[in-house]
């Protein structure tokens, strides 16, 4: 069977036993997420930050302090159902690790925020070409002058990613992309990187740099390494995300983000 | 000048000299509010319940612990710009105060919650009747047998208000107030009462009755008393609210929230 006909359990099945492999493609139809897991005391402020930094930040589900399942994962276990994780203490990378069981605590509280996978899908169905996916890369990232809303010690810019779109499909791109508002929903910005107060597109601060041809815009979505920089920023005792690239499939499909 | 259009600053200011008024009607395009205060070490749990049950609980804005005014009130006082409040203690009604100074303490968190009169002006504007309105009193408001879910401590049933609606406004209903997602959007439910548990609509749990007239359909929305009864289901040390029909008039265009 295919990876993309793979149910989300299936996947997570494969991942819990061992098998490590960026996640793009895997389980067509559903929602893959980010991961950030920090310590009850901080869960708050991470809550509220989510809260007034939407668009950036879109939570699909807070599971309870400690508990490892919930209804994003039926049946699966956050601790070793994705390929890889990132490991902080103080706000610095201490692993790497596929398994992070031997890092659980009773106080962790687990962050299930949603990536911009589903609206890529979406996109590239209505026969608009992503750069990034086209040249097997990860999207260029840039973080911009326009600070988030801060929550207690969590603080930080704004997060974007950047895809190069045909100036005639900009509106349809915009259009479609505002139909997921719980999935990042419509560009932050389209045209112009220095009103963002990005001074190189070639220079991206997080994944890799994409050819911006003739006739092509720059569009600038609001990107989920925002809250990761920012609640690292924070230097929580202890905080864990996922690997780049390697995210949680959850048992929710992209069309039920639709709107 | 009217009351109608009156700035939500003017309003605030009116009512924070003591006036003290139900708010219905005042400051026309602007969101009203509920308002739901309790101590930080129940904030999360409140936050965590509204964001796992976002339809009957639409956070617009939550202030800092101990903070008393915020972008959706500039230059107002949240502790006196209220024409009244409700204050509880430990689940328990205590008083009814129009200002809540000599309750203040510096760890209380100010959650501003959607309330459904947005979307009954732009029904009204669509040329579709409220009879709670006509007739002068609250929204008939039942407890549900759905159940939200819990975070925490907190946990209830869904509350839903019902609005009695002529058949062939029943699509037009539906797809003006889901256009409104942050402020409880479409209907939870259109027609049978009986699936909701709700035995009688002739005796809801709170408001007033209303007559359903022949060829009127109930029509039943998620409901922000869902998360106050809930709070004090939880029987925090302390809790405010707003007095029944006597909000919060914010800064918030109406407009802002239409998608």
Known sequence: MSTEALSPAEARLLFRSGLVTPTAGWAAGYVQADLIIVPKEQAFDVLLFAQRNPK???ILG???????????LAGGDIRTDLPRYAVYVDGEQVADPTD?????RDDLVTFIVG?????EAALQEAGIHIAHIDQGTNAPMYRTSIR????????????????PIPAAQVADAVRI????PSLHGAPVHVGNPGELGIADLGHPDFGEPVEIREGYVPV???????????VMESKPSLAIGHASGHMLITDARDSSYLV
């Open 62 to 72: 807070v599971l309870n302090p400690g508990e490892t399942s919930g209804p994003l």
């Open 56 to 58: 950036p930040c879109p």
């Open 115 to 119: 990536c911009s996978f589903t609206f």
């Open 148 to 163: 988030c809303q801060p929550a207690g010690r969590i603080s930080g810019p704004l997060v974007v990613s950047m895809r």
């Open 220 to 230: 600038f979505w609001a990107c989920g390494v925002t809250p990761q920089a920012a």
């Open 177 to 180: 992309t505002s139909h997921y």
């Open 100 to 104: 992070i069981t031997q890092y659980w």
